[in-house]
């Protein structure tokens, strides 16, 4: 079995909010205390997929002009109130 890790989602566009449209996408097969905003265009994912497989799922969603980057965390670092401290401590770093 893989463990689960942490990893990042980005996703742009210039047209329309596509960082919602994925966060809604990986809440039908991530469960929703494994998932957290990070700013109108980012979400940490904590999921034993690995990023390809990610990027794969949500692939389809982007269009021409739209991008998404998954990239698996290594070592982080944080601060300020507004980061789930508690919630990125409780899933291995």
């Given amino acids: 079995m893989t463990v689960p890790t942490l ?3 980005i996703a742009w566009s210039d047209r329309r909010n596509l960082c919602s449209t994925i966060f809604d996408a990986l809440g039908d097969t991530v469960p ?3 998932l957290r905003r990070a700013g109108d265009d980012a979400i940490i994912v904590y999921t034993a997929d690995d990023p390809e497989k990610l990027r794969n799922r949500l692939s389809h969603l982007v269009t021409d002009n ?3 980057l998954v990239a698996e965390f ?3 670092s944080g601060y300020g109130k507004a980061l789930d401290s508690v919630w990125l401590l409780a899933r291995g770093h």
């Fill in 7 to 9: 990893k990042v989602v």
């Fill in 32 to 34: 929703p205390v494994d």
């Fill in 66 to 68: 739209e991008g998404l």
């Fill in 74 to 76: 290594e070592k982080w």
